[in-house]
């Protein structure tokens, strides 16, 4: 498959390429019209490892398995065939998991062999679909397009039916350093929460900071802008040191007048500074420059 037919197909959704096999069981809970190639052991299914989905809720899980139990899977497994034999899991990967927590020993699956371009293609696009990606999985499998197959933020918009600008913003997520990450990956922080602090001078010290006190992205957008508006402001000039003339020059008039001598020039005019504490001591520095 070239390029531009991958792409326009993908483009039209995943039904373009792998036929209506992984729609949403229809209302009233009938069985969608989707019948499998084949079934299949469930210990010849492997997962696909470049899979961009990496987490997978337990309780959803148990969830499923509850249903697969009483129900079976309405909806195939979408598989391609591996040289081994095995069956390499395109998109339900959910689906397989859970099967094998209800404790089933084969899946209802459909078969398309397709290379591991179109696999990974099919997989990130039946992902973002379904909106079954954290926004740092989504991100990682746009890169993992861009860097492995060449596409461009435009390619990827049309894929999934987003705008350019939603690919663009996903993909900044990734300049976040890693416990910000984490905490987007886990759900603690929103990408909403998570894109106002990539400016920042601290990205994860304040991600802290807005866990920690529940704010709203409007609350860190104002936190974050506040950072930035303090790495602009222009920061005090340390003043040089006084060099060692002057420095010695002040402590030989202090010795001598028993007051506090500064002076200060910049190579220029300049000026002397005597400090008193008394009237008694400033008529001893009127007597001594009147005697000068």
Known sequence: MNDDVSKRRLGRGLAALIGEMDQPMPAGNAPANVNPDRMVPIENITRNPRNPRRHFDESELQDLASSIRQHGIVQPVV??????????????ERRWRAAQLAGLVEVPVIVRNVDDRTALEI????????????????ALGYEQLI????????DLGDIIGKSRSHVANSLR?????????????????SAGHARA???????????KAVVAKGMSVRDAERLAQNDIRSQSEPQAVAKPEKDSDTVALERTLTDSLGLEVKISHKGGPGQIKISYKTLEQLEEICRLLERR
């Open 79 to 92: 598989t391609r065939t591996l040289p081994d034999g095995q069956f390499e899991i395109i998109a339900g």
């Open 123 to 138: 997989a990130i696009v039946e992902n973002v679909q379904r909106s079954d990606l954290n926004p740092l999985e989504e």
């Open 147 to 154: 860097a492995e197959h060449g596409y461009t933020q435009n």
């Open 173 to 189: 997520l990734l300049k976040l350093p890693s416990p910000v990450r984490d905490m987007l990956s886990s759900g603690t922080l």
């Open 197 to 207: 602090l990539i400016p920042t001078s601290d990205p994860t010290a304040l991600a």
